[in-house]
């Protein structure tokens, strides 16, 4: 069974406005995703944020166009009102990024988050790694 890993807005980011040098490593990962080998998730949350930066870079109708081609590769998860008032309670210093944990942590299974951000997950009750540091340890045989 492939693994399951929640990817962080900037990763997803990385990969649509190919950011290098991250775009590289996101850009591994979803190709991963796309041949069943990763599971990947993330949050309803993601794609407002996703949507708000691209148009900037992209424009509205191909940002929208983008997002549905990566509907097809990604699990989405809804962020609750219980997900919102763990975050409200958590030690993280981000909030977003409290509200993307709890998202992730309420999903069974999913035993990493992926971001850029790591230093905003020390927190995190499941691992956290950074996109590049995650792809070599699935080079290294370690999913």
């Known amino acids: 069974m492939a693994s399951k890993i929640f990817i962080d807005t900037d ?4 990969l649509l406005i190919d950011r290098q040098p991250h775009a590289v ?6 190709d991963l995703a796309d041949k069943n080998e990763l599971k990947v998730y993330t949050s309803s949350l993601c794609f407002n944020n996703v ?17 549905g081609e990566l509907l097809e590769i990604v699990e989405v998860l809804s962020v609750s009102g219980k997900d919102i008032s ?39 009750k499941i691992a956290v790694f950074n ?3 995650y ?8 999913r």
């Not at 949507?51 to 997002?67: C, M, P, Q, S």
């Not at 792809?135 to 370690?142: E, F, W």
Request: glycine content about 4%.
């Open 11 to 14: 990763v997803i980011i990385d």
């Open 25 to 30: 490593a996101a850009s591994i990962l979803f």
């Open 51 to 67: 949507h708000y930066i691209l148009r900037k870079e992209l424009g509205d109708r191909k940002t929208r166009a983008v997002i």
């Open 86 to 124: 763990n975050a409200v309670t958590s030690e993280f210093k981000d909030f977003e990024d409290a509200i993307q944990h709890s998202v992730a942590v309420s999903e069974k299974g999913i035993n990493a988050i992926v971001t850029r951000n790591t230093k905003d997950y020390k927190k995190s």
């Open 131 to 133: 996109s590049d540091t």
């Open 135 to 142: 792809v070599q340890m699935i080079v290294n045989g370690a």
